[in-house]
Nanobody
Framework: QVQFEESGGGLVQPGGSLRLSCTASGIDVDSYNMGWYRQADGKQREFIAVITDDGRAVYHVDALKGRFTISRGNAKNTVYLQMSSLEPEDTAVYYC????????WGQGTQVTVSA
């Protein structure tokens, strides 16, 4: 069974940091790019970042560049999203994804930024 499981979400105060993880199982993702989206209540899903299969190339959306950083684990089946200087506007469900010929999504992890 193919699964993409996110973890690391939670409640954090404004200005704080979190690191999200997404681990793939049941599928070899070594040759595929992986990335992150987020979706706030009542809003469309928003692209955050993507990283290539070898981890050498990354792209972050301009609005989040400098605060959010994507990386890939040595085992390549895990992708991370390091988030810093978090703001209440970053509150959302965060999803990882992977595009093989099939688009896979994780189930999402909730991030809430609140005092």
């Amino acid at each position: 069974q193919v699964q993409f499981e996110e973890s690391g979400g939670g409640l954090v105060q404004p200005g704080g940091s979190l690191r999200l993880s997404c681990t793939a199982s049941g599928i070899d993702v070594d040759s595929y790019n992986m990335g992150w989206y987020r979706q706030a209540d009542g809003k469309q899903r928003e692209f955050i970042a993507v990283i290539t299969d070898d981890g050498r190339a990354v792209y972050h959306v301009d609005a989040l560049k400098g605060r959010f950083t994507i990386s890939r684990g040595n085992a390549k089946n895990t992708v991370y999203l390091q988030m810093s200087s978090l703001e209440p506007e970053d509150t959302a469900v965060y999803y990882c994804y992977c595009v093989t010929p099939t688009l896979y999504w994780g189930q999402g992890t909730q991030v809430t930024v609140s005092a």
